[in-house]
Each structure stands twice: as C-alpha cells, then as structure tokens.
C-alpha cells in the first residue's frame, strides 16, 4: 500500500486560506499569515511521530482516497466528512478530537452498535445525473437526521455504475444525514482507482478477499431505500438545510414559489465532496460548449481542487485553461468557502442572494457569512451550468442559451472519463514523513492563535447542584451555530479565544433572539460566551439545553472544550444526532430526552440541580443514555 499507508498518523493544516485572490496569491498569503500555526504543525508531528501534509496539499478527505484508504480498512478522523473513504470500501468514522486522542494513546475506541440502513442501487444513471443526486435524493428521503445512529450501506446492480470518487461522493455526503457512516461493497471500479493512484498491491489483496467485502447473501437491514439510477433526476438542494431536496424539473418552479432570488450571484465547484478528476472533467465539458458557442460564465465561478495530485493532473490536461477561459478562477488547494474561507465583496451582508455550490453543507452564513446567502448544492457540471446561465430557473435538459451570434444553444450532457488516460501527476512533493523525537515542540505564550492545553477540574465526587441553564436553544442548530467556523478557524489552536464563538449563532428560546442570554446572577443580558464567561469567574456551574437534533452533522470536538472552558458540567438535547455526543469531554455529561419531554429544571434560566447518581443510590431519571459516553467518561461524572 505504499510507505505514506503504512503511517498509522497523519494531520494537514487547517483550511485557513482566505480564497480572494487565487491559487497561488493566496497560498502565499496563507503560509505568511499562519506561519506559527503550519511550524507548530510540522515540529509537533516531527516529534511524535505523525505524518504532515504542509499547506498546499489539499483537503485531508481527498488525500486519504488518494493515498491511505483501502476496501476493509478500519479509520477514525476528526472530521465529519471521514466517511467519504466509504468510497474505497472502508468503514471510516468521523469522531471527536477527544476520542482520537484516545485511540492515538492506545486506548480503545468505542460507540454503540449502530443500525444499517440498506440503499439498493438498480439502474444506470445517464445524461445529467450523477452521484451527487444519489445522495441529495437519499437526504431528500431521510432528512438531516434519519440516518442518526446508522451505517448506511449501498448494494445492489447499480452500484457498479458509479465510479469509486461517485461513491467517495456519496459516503461524502452522508455526515449530512447523521450517518455513522457510509460504505460500499468492493468492486471493479475500485480496484481500478486503487491502481491508478499507485495501490494495485492493494487492489489485489482486496481482490482476493472480495467475498468478505460484500453484505451476506440475505443481509437484512433494519431498513431499506430503493433509487432506480436510470429514472433518478438530478438534484438541488436548499437553501439553508441540505435535505430540501428539488428535482431539476421542478426546481425553477420551486424558486418563484417561495420568492428565492431567481439571479445567480455566485458558483463554486470542489470541495471535498466533489472534486474528483471525474467531477472536474464532467464540469469542463459543460464549460467547452459555452466557450464553442462564445459565451462564458454570467456569474463569479470558482473552482477548488481537492488536492495537489488533482490540480496538477487537471492543469496538465488542460481542464483549468478551460475554466479560466470561461471566466472561473481557481483557488488554492483548501476547504476554502465550503468552510467559510472566502473574502466576498460584492455582497454586502444582510442583502438576499443565490449561490450554487458542489458542496455539502448550506446552512445560514456558512459560505460568505451572510445569513441572508440562499445556498444551493448540486453536481459540479449542473454549477457550472447554472453560472454560465446567471439564472437559477435555468435548466438545461430543457432550456437554452444564447451564443454570440445570437442563436440559441442547447447544452449536451456532460461527459469525462473517471480516471485520466495518462495518469495522476502528483505535482508538488507536499508531504513530511514522521522522523518520531526530532526536535521540540514550541508554542509563545503570548501567541493568540496557539495555547496549550491545561487540565480541566476534576470532578469532586459530589451531585452537581445549583447549576444555571445557560441557554435553552430553540429550534435547529448545528455545529455551525454552536462553534462557527470562517474566520473564527484562525483561533482553533487557542481553546480560550475560540471560546468566544461559543453558541453565538444559537437562538435563545427565552427572548427570540440570537446570542442573547440572561446572566441570572447579575440580571442582565449578554453574549452566550460572555455570560459564560462571567459565570465560570463566580465560580457557577451552567448548562445547556438542546432543541431537536442539537449538534446537527457536526464533529467539532472544540465546541465542547469551549463550552467546558467556562465550566459547563451538562447538555441537555432532544434525540442528538450521532456525530455530536461522541466528542463529549470527561466532566460534560450529555443528558438525551425523548421528543416531547419538557427539559430538566426551569428552561428559562432559573436554577438547575442535576445530580449523577452512584452506582449504589436510586436513579430517578436514569443516567445518560450508555450510547452518549464512554463507561469511563460516565463513571468519571458519576452517572454509573
């Protein structure tokens, strides 16, 4: 599998390039304004041993496929989008920071056996479909929150009409349902990938052992979705939640409907959900008949390849000559937008728009930071589609453009091969092996980007009493509204200074409104983090009270350090989505209740008593729910 598979550790820089000016602008910009934050990273796996991707290198999602993932294969990673290794057949889990401290220290990592939702495959997709539509349909199906608790497992004929990044794709994507995770079954499509990028020892391992990479004739699933390929339309979903699922035909409809703004501002295509050498070729196509019939993009079209491998293999066959000659810019190697790393100017904050992204997310003020941006996910080739119309009714199946000469253009669907016929070009040597106990790891005290980590209280064996809700949140909210990420990213390697962002996007149910809270010492009203703030200096335990699906696709693991850095003890949602609880800290008890049961305490703020009981005393509303901790993060609280 290669010397960089054999790592058992690996880490890449935060997605902290801005994306104003380009590619290679801004990953200079980049490597000048983090420099502190890219040398820690580098001594720091210099020394214990860990494998660095430097900046530049891309989005850890795409390298892992390009490098590490393997049909069997077991991973964890601190993000949500782990599962998109899913695409190679591997069971790869997205957990929280604490929990892969743990694995990293030897320590077994543990979650309740989770359901397995079946999706059967039949068909052939063809014209404009393609794997993103999979899986805009299945979030259509299952909402944000249906696949909570489950692996979902793909099967069936049509599985091997899809290539291995379609599959990576879906899997991708599937952190916006809840999943656990996502896998297919091994296949030739696979195979095929694994040899093109260098692993066909892999490739034949797994080959051998393909009967065990499979579901068992006669697997039952706990439930099960069918999706003919051949009749599956494409996809676009939004705005603001990635399960309002619109078919293309009836999209435009949907748009005037509901008073959408109809004039496209803005496409942007990458990611790490779809920015396979597949995925770009398919886009270009789109691009070379526009440029054919003299027309380039209406809109500002961006495109963020998700590697290096990927950007110099697309640059040498000509894909980004294509892009910029319609008009796209090309960005750095990064998550950039798709995390909210984008300086946008021509919007101003709080006026209503439309972008369309290849995305995976689309809540309120991720993209720009504006709550007033309507998102919109699709395929790449239907983004670029949409920006070379300027007009979110467009559809081409149907519709056409005008060319320079004035006649009417149709656009044929999009085409690519799925692996380039002359093979990945790695590009740029972007990578540190570990060289375990070179050197020292050095952080300034006075930095405020990096703060080291120091002990958080012990618990003092006794009930938890006389805590103050700190918020009841109302209504969805995200990792997003709990640790917003755009420029608060630059403070992520600072538990304290991220601290401020805690909650900040979460609507108080008291009051209606948004990061605004009664300090119930003083009487007054302020910020979540400075009322948390104020009630760690006076030494008052809080906690929060969850709405539904509290947490939503989230696994930031810092959300709950922050929380627990101005003494928070407990959380209170509604049914949490599987991501979220799993990065719980020692000393955070998560506390779930059925939907309709009233939260403990008084919801408004007044006085909160929560007592974990002993193994030895009666539990009068139970213990967490064995699922929401590990047993030694529950007998650390005392709940067992």
């Known amino acids: 599998m290669g010397k960089r598979a054999a790592d058992a550790l690996v880490s890449s820089p935060p997605s902290l390039s801005d994306n104003k000016f380009g590619g290679k602008a801004d990953l200079k910009l980049a490597c000048d304004t983090n420099r502190e934050v890219y040398d820690f990273l580098a001594s720091a796996g210099a020394k214990y041993g860990i494998g660095f991707w430097k900046p530049g290198s891309g989005i850890i999602h795409q390298i892992v496929l390009e490098n590490y993932a393997f049909p069997g294969g077991m991973m964890i990673g601190t993000d949500s989008h782990t599962p998109n290794?899913?695409?190679?057949?591997?069971?790869?889990?997205?957990?929280?920071?604490?929990?892969?401290?743990?694995?990293?220290?030897?320590?077994?990592?543990?979650?309740?056996?989770?359901?397995?939702?079946?999706v059967k495959l039949t068909g052939k997709m063809h014209g404009w479909t393609s794997p993103k539509d999979v899986i805009c349909k299945v979030a259509?199906?299952?909402?944000?929150?249906?696949?909570?608790?489950?692996?979902?497992?793909?099967?069936?004929?049509?599985?091997?009409?899809?290539?291995?990044?379609?599959?990576?794709?879906?899997?991708?994507?599937?952190?916006?349902?809840?999943?656990?995770?996502?896998?297919?079954p091994f296949n030739k499509r696979m195979y095929d990938y694994l040899a093109a990028t260098g692993r066909e020892p892999a490739a034949k391992l797994a080959e051998a052992f393909s009967d065990n990479l499979k579901a068992d004739p006669g697997a039952v699933y706990d439930s099960v979705i069918e999706i003919d390929l051949s009749t599956l339309e494409p996809q676009v979903n939004g705005p603001f939640t990635p399960d309002l699922a619109n078919p293309l035909s009836q999209f435009g409809s949907a748009v005037r409907a509901n008073g959408w703004p109809?004039?496209?501002?803005?496409?942007?295509?990458?990611?790490?959900?779809?920015?396979?050498?597949?995925?770009?070729?398919?886009?270009?196509?789109?691009?070379?008949?526009?440029?054919?019939?003299?027309?380039?993009?209406?809109?500002?079209?961006t495109i963020t390849p998700g590697s290096e491998q990927i950007r110099a293999t697309i640059e040498r066959d000509g894909l980004l000559d294509v892009f910029e000659r319609v008009g796209g810019t090309v960005l750095a190697n990064a998550c950039g937008p798709c995390i909210g790393q984008w300086k946008r100017t021509e919007i101003e904050k709080g006026v209503p728009n439309s972008i369309v992204t290849s995305y995976n997310r689309n809540f309120a003020a991720r993209n720009d930071g504006n709550p007033a941006t309507h998102c919109f996910v699709t395929s790449p080739e239907l983004v670029t589609a949409f920006a070379i119309a300027g007009d979110l009714t467009f559809n081409p199946v149907v519709d056409t453009l005008v060319g320079a000469d004035g006649r009417e253009v149709a656009l044929a669907p999009?085409?690519?091969?799925?692996?380039?016929?002359?093979?990945?070009?790695?590009?740029?040597?972007?990578?540190?092996?570990?060289?375990?106990?070179?050197?020292?790891?050095?952080?300034?005290?006075a930095s405020n980007r990096l703060q080291l980590l120091t002990p958080f209280p012990k618990w003092d064996g006794g009930d938890l009493t006389g805590a103050k809700v700190l918020i009841k949140v109302a209504g969805k909210c995200t990792t997003d509204h709990i640790s917003m990420a755009g420029p608060w990213l630059k403070y992520r390697g600072h538990l304290d200074n991220i601290s401020n962002n805690f909650l900040i996007g979460g609507l108080n149910s008291e009051n209606g409104e948004v990061n605004s809270v009664k300090n119930q010492v003083t009487g007054e009203y302020g910020a979540v983090p400075d009322v948390a703030r104020a009630y760690k200096a006076a030494g008052v335990p809080w906690i929060v009270v969850g709405d539904e699906n509290y947490g939503e696709v989230g696994r930031r693991a810092g959300a709950e350090?922050?929380?627990?850095?101005?003494?928070?003890?407990?959380?209170?949602?509604?049914i949490q989505p599987r991501p979220h609880p799993s990065p719980l800290l020692p000393g955070l008890v998560p506390r779930a209740r059925r939907p309709g049961a009233a939260p403990p305490g008084r919801a408004r703020g007044g006085r909160q008593i929560i007592r974990p009981h002993p193994r030895d005393q009666p539990q009068e509303a139970g213990p967490p729910p064995a699922h929401l901790c590990r047993p030694g993060r529950l007998r650390q609280s005392g709940a067992l």
């Open 140 to 184: 259509g199906i299952l909402t944000v929150k249906g696949g909570t608790g489950a692996i979902v497992e793909y099967f069936g004929p049509g599985v091997d009409a899809i290539s291995c990044t379609g599959m990576g794709t879906i899997c991708n994507m599937g952190a916006e349902i809840g999943a656990t995770t996502s896998m297919f």
């Open 414 to 445: 999009p085409s690519g091969d799925e692996l380039p016929a002359k093979g990945f070009d790695a590009g740029e040597d972007t990578y540190q092996a570990p060289r375990a106990g070179a050197g020292d790891v050095v952080v300034d005290p």
């Open 262 to 301: 109809a004039e496209l501002k803005a496409g942007l295509i990458g990611s790490c959900t779809n920015s396979s050498y597949e995925d770009m070729q398919r886009a270009a196509s789109v691009a070379r008949q526009a440029l054919a019939a003299g027309i380039k993009a209406k809109v500002p079209f």
């Open 85 to 118: 290794a899913g695409g190679l057949g591997m069971c790869a889990v997205g957990v929280g920071g604490a929990d892969a401290v743990d694995v990293m220290a030897g320590l077994p990592w543990e979650l309740k056996a989770p359901k397995v939702i079946g």
């Open 561 to 574: 350090q922050r929380g627990r850095k101005r003494r928070a003890r407990a959380l209170s949602p509604v």
